[in-house]
């Protein structure tokens, strides 16, 4: 089955769902009530399902009305995206990268990476968000995202990979902590404490949950906060534990005068990570795309 739904048909059939009405519908969108019912009856001959259930007051969208209505309000969204984007090219301001990373890429290694990119590049503008592994090879993969960063414990599958940094997790604890002398430990010996974590939906919490998961525990968090340095010294007032990068943990007990905290690698295979960079093909990358994948591989730390 072949549908060719133009944006007029797409637009009009959403006017039609939001307002209830094929008249109001057609007012707003500059038509005939023949013709905007006409065209509805196309879509639905097309799909070969009632869109709509017409009633005495109005319409009512069918759950094949929803799924189209859920697609279109996605396509229109893309489309005003690409106009706006492609508007910036015509007029030679603007280019735009989407890079999405993990959280410990996007915490400790990019921020430097990426002002000396956006200083060499004053019309690229980049989009980067948090996600996590799994999500940004299916994104990228898809064609949603340029480039990520991603942990190598994930299946890559038709991606490139190129080497980005290391990056081990490691456990975060007060000094006086009865595990504070350890060198390593399992993250399941840190499963009854309480512990401090980030805010919001951040990548490395569920990465973490997800582990503690499937050894039957649920992880207590006191507190979420906003940075690693703010985890730690939160730690380090003996509020509780936390699971960071090593590269924050190690900046923060050089950065402290006298350090509160310790920290002690987790042994779990999981927690000794490397970071790659993954695109679909680097050779098809826009000139831009291909500066900013050349200059993360060769970041230094």
Partial sequence: MSLRFDLNDLQLFLYVAESGSITAGAERAHLALASASARIRAMEDTLGAMLLLRERRGVRVTEAGRALEHHARLMLHQMDQMRDELNQYGKGLKGHIRLLSNTSAMTEFLPDALAAFLKEHPHIDIDLEEKLSYEIVQAVTGGVADIGIIADSVDSGSLQTF????????????????????????????????????????????????????AGKRLRYRVRLRSFDGICKMVASQAGVAVIPATAARRYAEEAAASEIRYARLSDPWAARRLLICVRDADALPGHTRELLLQLQHATE
């Fill in 163 to 214: 080497a980005f940094r290391d990056d081990h997790l490691v456990a975060v604890l007060p000094r006086q902590h009865a595990l504070a002398r350890r060198k390593s430990l399992h993250f399941a010996e840190l499963l009854d404490q309480n512990f401090i974590g980030l805010s919001g939906d951040a990548a490395l919490q569920e990465h973490l949950s997800g582990h503690a998961a499937r």
